[in-house]
């Protein structure tokens, strides 16, 4: 009778982590993984937007680090985080 009690309890304990990894767990990894996939793949030209809502064009990268261009005239430009960057705009010749 004790361990009766015990596998009923066990068995929606599991349920309920089985439906956790499925809706937070997994969805989070694959966003990660998005995430490294891009800023990997960020080159010189790149027409980004900062976390903070900075857009600008990435003119060097050194390492962990770039080089963004947020304006032409007078010519500025900031160093950030590779993490700092939220997204790659979207190219107009993909269109």
Request: aromatic fraction near 6%; charge should be positive; avoid cysteine.
């Amino acid at each position: 009778s004790g361990g009766m009690g015990f596998n009923s309890f066990l068995i929606p304990l599991a349920l309920m982590f089985g439906i956790m990894y499925f809706m937070v767990i997994m969805p989070q990894q694959r966003q990660r993984k998005k995430t490294q996939a891009m800023l990997s793949a960020l080159k010189t030209g790149d027409k980004i937007i900062t976390g903070s809502g900075i857009y600008g064009t990435i003119s060097g990268i050194d390492g962990e680090a770039v080089i963004l261009k947020i304006s032409s005239e007078p010519q500025v430009k900031i160093r950030i985080a590779r993490a700092a960057i939220a997204q790659v705009e979207a190219q107009e010749d993909a269109k």
